[in-house]
């Protein structure tokens, strides 16, 4: 992928979980401040995939201290990587939560559910918030993605509606010059029946009609549906990583 493409992808996934403060650093890197549960909203992340300064660790760590949050580091499995890698494991650092980052078209999702699409708003209601605190959830993670996602601006909200209650939800943020699928949840009850389909071409829909093209997404390479669903909705790999915290982090 174009050095190009990795930096506007890596600042709108930022964008799209609105940490409560940023910094860049001279060597291209971007460190986003928040409290919350969302990993991306709160990890150090390269700009370029390229091997980085001496002492990267040693300085990151010092502006997370600056902010009082421990410091954490979402790095891509690239050779580039290889030593910072090995730094981070020497510094007590633990490999957590490996993930795919997957691009595709927005056009491609208008195909995925033959049935009507998704309803789209352009700010979140009481029921799209819902279906992230339902049964079998962690509702303190599912409070936090909602307030992330919330905040954010140039988002759109995917709501699949039965009977006047939410069954099924996403987010689509539009930055950068890509959209980019974030949140998908489907109510206990209601999964097996492609709803999540009908929420992303909703959301595909609406992102073509603002003028935009291409879609990415993140997905932990352990969520073997969701991976289905995307592989169906023509989302193709561009690279993997995983999250370097703290050994006593949770």
């Keep these: ?18 940490p409560r403060a940023v910094e860049e650093t001279d060597d291209r890197w971007l460190l986003p401040f928040d409290n919350g549960t969302v ?3 709160k990890t150090a992340v390269p700009l370029r995939h390229e ?18 949050l421990p410091a954490a580091f979402r790095v891509a499995d690239a050779p580039c990587f290889d030593a910072l890698q090995e730094a981070l494991m020497q510094s007590g650092y633990q490999r957590r939560k ?12 208008l195909a995925l559910s033959s049935d009507a699409p998704a309803e789209v708003d352009g700010a979140p209601d009481a029921g799209w ?12 993670d599912g409070a936090s993605r909602v307030k992330a996602l919330s905040r954010a601006t140039g988002t759109l909200f995917g709501s699949v509606r039965e009977d006047g209650r939410t069954v099924a939800a996403g987010a689509m943020a539009l930055s950068h010059g ?28 609406a992102a073509l009609q603002r ?4 879609v990415f997404l993140q997905v932990e390479a352990g969520n ?10 023509g989302f193709t790999p561009a690279w993997a990583y995983a999250y370097w915290t703290p050994a006593s982090a949770r």
């Design 224 to 233: 073997a549906p969701a991976l289905a669903l995307y592989r169906r909705a």
């Design 39 to 41: 990993g991306r909203a």
């Design 178 to 205: 890509w959209a980019s699928v974030h949140g998908m949840r489907t109510e206990q009850s209601a999964r097996g029946r492609g709803l999540a389909g009908r929420v992303m071409a909703g959301l595909a829909q």
């Design 129 to 140: 918030a819902s279906v992230f605190l339902g049964e079998g959830l962690d509702p303190v």
């Design 51 to 68: 091997a980085p300064a001496a002492r990267l660790v040693e300085r990151i760590e010092g502006r997370y201290l600056a902010q009082g």
């Design 98 to 109: 490996p993930t795919f980052t997957q691009v595709g078209t927005l056009r491609a999702l």
């Design 1 to 18: 992928m174009k050095t190009d493409d990795i930096e506007a992808i890596e600042r709108a996934t930022v964008a799209a979980v609105a």
């Design 211 to 214: 003028g935009f093209e291409r």
